[in-house]
Nanobody, 130 residues
């Protein structure tokens, strides 16, 4: 069974930094591209950042380019998201999961199928507030 555990979220002031972690089990982690998604309260799910299976390729949504960095440790089966210069609009629940070319992101992150599976973690809350 796929198991995803996100951590590292917190309350932070604008301009601050956080490092999110996501530990995984139940699938061959090193074979899959991974991504961070976020769900702001009352808004649709958004894919924030993605990384290839080897870590050699990354991609970001425009609003976080230059501020967020996704990375992975295949030996530890863990994916990270370094978040710098945080803004109010970064407030959301953040989730990690594998991502496939045919993944169709649903309005609610946890309703998105990754291949045949719809396994999601609890997410981690990031709140940016002064």
């Amino acid at each position: 069974q796929v198991h995803l555990v996100e951590s590292g979220g917190a309350l932070v002031q604008p301009g601050g930094s956080l490092r999110l972690s996501c530990r995984t089990s139940g699938f061959t982690f090193g074979n899959y591209p991974m991504a961070w998604f976020r769900q702001p309260l009352g808004k649709d799910c958004e894919l924030v950042a993605a990384i290839s299976d080897t870590g050699g390729w990354t991609n970001y949504t425009d609003s976080v380019k230059g501020r967020f960095t996704i990375s992975r440790d295949n030996a530890a089966r863990t994916v990270f998201l370094q978040m710098n210069n945080l803004k109010f609009e970064d407030t959301a629940v953040y989730y990690c999961n594998a991502v496939l070319p045919r993944t169709v992101i649903q309005p609610r992150c946890i309703m998105t199928y990754i291949g045949e599976y719809k396994d999601w973690g609890q997410g981690t809350q990031v709140t940016v507030s002064s």
